[in-house]
């Protein structure tokens, strides 16, 4: 109902278990979960500025982008670089069952959370049913 995953980043977690190596560097870890009648996402974004997240929805795809800049200069000489850095981006293929002109964004320590209510034409209904008017007895 959320999304659907990334075949592509499910064969490079595959890959980097099967072979022990990181195919890639998981720039934007997420985890995604229901409460009630909302989806919550929290995304790791540690070292990024709040100004420099961009949030776009376009046919129900939310598009996450985010910078890291280094913290070291271009004088610098660097011994060890592990921690990635520059423009990351993440799609989320949301369900038409969201609402997507509702979503919450905030960042804090890090992690950007989104809340995602479920739009309220999705939302289980009861349906009430009205009798066929005058009741007759039938004569034998």
Known sequence: MLMRTDPFREFDRLAERVLGTAARPAAMPMDA????DTFCVELDLPGVTPESIDLDVERNVLTV?????PAYGEDSEMVITERPAGTFS???FLGETLDIERIDASY??????LRIPVADQAKPR???VSGGGERRELKS
Not at 108 to 113: F, H, R, S, W
């Open 108 to 113: 804090e320590a890090g992690v950007l959370k």
């Open 90 to 92: 993440r799609q989320l």
């Open 65 to 69: 982008k985010a910078e890291r800049k």
């Open 33 to 36: 979960w229901r409460e009630g």
């Open 126 to 128: 009861k349906i009430a």
